[in-house]
């Protein structure tokens, strides 16, 4: 990839080279028209002395000398105005993430820290990002230059003819009548040419320049730096923030077992980690040795200088879980969701979020629990069979704490008629009696029943309805 990217830079420079042909050819045309300037400026004719002798003609050297001088100054101040103009109108600008923030973060690991890096312009590994003030004053100058460029374009061109006018007279030594006007002895249109030319020409030069081979002279030296960064990135991963925390599926979590490596990280003192990626590192490594109080707080810590990466609040929740802290865990995971847009992660988080939910001490546990299941039965592939599931154990809680509180009956009925109602979508969408949805239908209805021991018992509330019963039994071979 890289050797192709060199051949197509290297053509882009070759081609380059026509342009600059062109210039200097520019350049010959305008110094040998200089030269036949002065030239005729400078070859006097002397009258003879002798009125039978005819009239000579001498080179006034003094004269040549300050014609060449005026026209060089002439067209190089022009060509220098065209210059600037040509670099100001072509500056090529940086590629930036849009700052919205409604860009997808990228896939991968550390995703939500790479996505606020690239909108800031910085690498993650450094803290600098590209100045682009040329950029800004090169907008703000190039529609003030154009705007007055287009009002006053015959105030521009009086001027222009002004100073053609004065460099003429001077060359010529002779005073300028006021208000000024056109003297045919003075070669102001020469002068007044010279000047279009080299406004016109070092325009043109300097913006295909600036455009071209100052565009692939950033290019190759931000890919220098973006290289360089890599490795020392890929160098930094590899010693602390690939020292993450795993953590098996929720139903089952437990905490990674400590590597070799993460006593060494843990002595690393907390002060010297700067960037949220050493942190989050570091502190996985704390929670494998079994430190979950000061990961919690080094995630949290992290959390601050990146607030916006779901990532981090995916460890803390995890972290929290291992303290059973399910209520804090499923909070984590419900901040993590609004930074999430991928659809199928987002559908794996609701659904570990839902889970943790239910073992949150009631009203709040269920209470999220239902909030979470219905916000994935919103999403496409999030309605299936263990969505529905999900949604009828945490109305089975609701049902089972009304009726331990002695809730009204109408809103009893309601949740036991909404409960059924997501057991039926289970029948439904799984209609194998032997389907995994099923077994763990039954085994959450009634874990004593065909020897399903589960400490899951959601919607044993319903056992003795015999509603449930039919709706949950049906295909019984």
Aim: glycine share 6%; charged share 20%; net charge neutral.
């Amino acid at each position: 990839m890289d050797a192709k990217a060199n051949s197509q830079s290297q053509t882009r420079r070759d081609e380059l080279k026509s342009v600059e042909r062109l210039a200097r050819y520019a350049c010959l045309i305008i110094f040998v028209l200089i030269i036949l300037f002065g030239l005729s400026q400078s070859i006097v004719s002397v009258p003879a002395i002798e009125p039978t002798k005819a009239a000579t003609t001498i080179l006034d050297w003094v004269l040549l000398l300050k014609s060449l001088v005026l026209s060089f100054a002439i067209v190089f101040a022009a060509a220098a105005i065209g210059c600037l103009l040509g670099f100001l109108f072509g500056i090529p600008k940086s590629l930036q993430i849009s700052r919205s923030g409604n860009n997808p973060p990228p896939a991968g690991e550390h995703a939500g820290q790479n996505a606020v890096s690239a909108q800031n312009g910085t690498s993650k590994f450094g803290g600098f990002a590209n100045n682009t003030s040329l950029e800004e004053i090169s907008d703000w100058l190039t529609k003030i230059i154009i705007g007055l460029g287009l009002v006053q374009f015959e105030t521009f061109l009086t001027k222009l003819n002004s100073i053609s006018i004065y460099t003429a007279a001077f060359l010529a030594s002779k005073e300028i009548p006021q208000p000024i006007t056109f003297d045919a002895k003075l070669s102001s249109p020469y002068f007044f040419a010279l000047i279009i030319v080299g406004l016109i020409s070092g325009c043109i030069f300097a913006y295909l320049e600036t455009r071209t081979r100052l565009k692939l002279l950033f290019v190759g030296t931000e890919q220098q730096v973006n290289d360089h960064t890599r490795e020392l990135e890929n160098s930094r991963d590899t010693n602390v923030a690939e020292l993450d925390l795993t953590v098996s599926k929720p139903d089952a979590l437990k905490a990674t077992p400590a590597r070799a490596e993460d006593t060494a990280v843990t002595n690393i003192p907390w002060s010297e980690l700067k960037t949220p990626a050493e942190i989050v590192g570091w502190a996985a490594a704390q929670a494998r040795t079994g430190n979950l109080p000061l990961a919690e707080d080094a995630l949290r810590d992290a959390l601050k200088k990146s607030p916006t990466d779901p990532d981090i609040y995916l460890k803390i929740a995890d972290v929290k879980q291992l303290r059973q802290d399910y209520d804090g865990a499923v909070k984590m995971r419900i901040q993590a969701s609004r930074y999430i847009t991928d659809e199928d992660k987002r559908i794996d988080l609701l659904r570990r979020s839902i889970y943790a939910a239910l073992f949150v001490a009631p009203p709040h546990g269920f209470d999220q629990a239902i909030s979470l299941s219905e916000e994935l039965l919103e999403l496409p592939r999030g309605r299936n069979a263990l969505s529905y599931l999900w949604l009828a154990c945490g109305l089975g809680q609701k049902f089972g704490h009304l009726q331990a509180n002695r809730a009204p009956a109408s809103e009893i009925n309601s949740v036991r008629e909404k409960a059924l109602a997501a057991v039926r979508k289970v029948v439904e969408l799984a209609p194998n009696y032997d389907s995994s949805e099923r077994m763990l239908l039954r085994a959450v209805f009634d874990p004593q029943d065909e020897g399903n021991i589960a400490s899951d018992n959601d919607l044993e509330v319903f056992k003795n309805d015999a509603d449930f019963r039919t709706v949950i039994y049906q295909g019984k071979p």
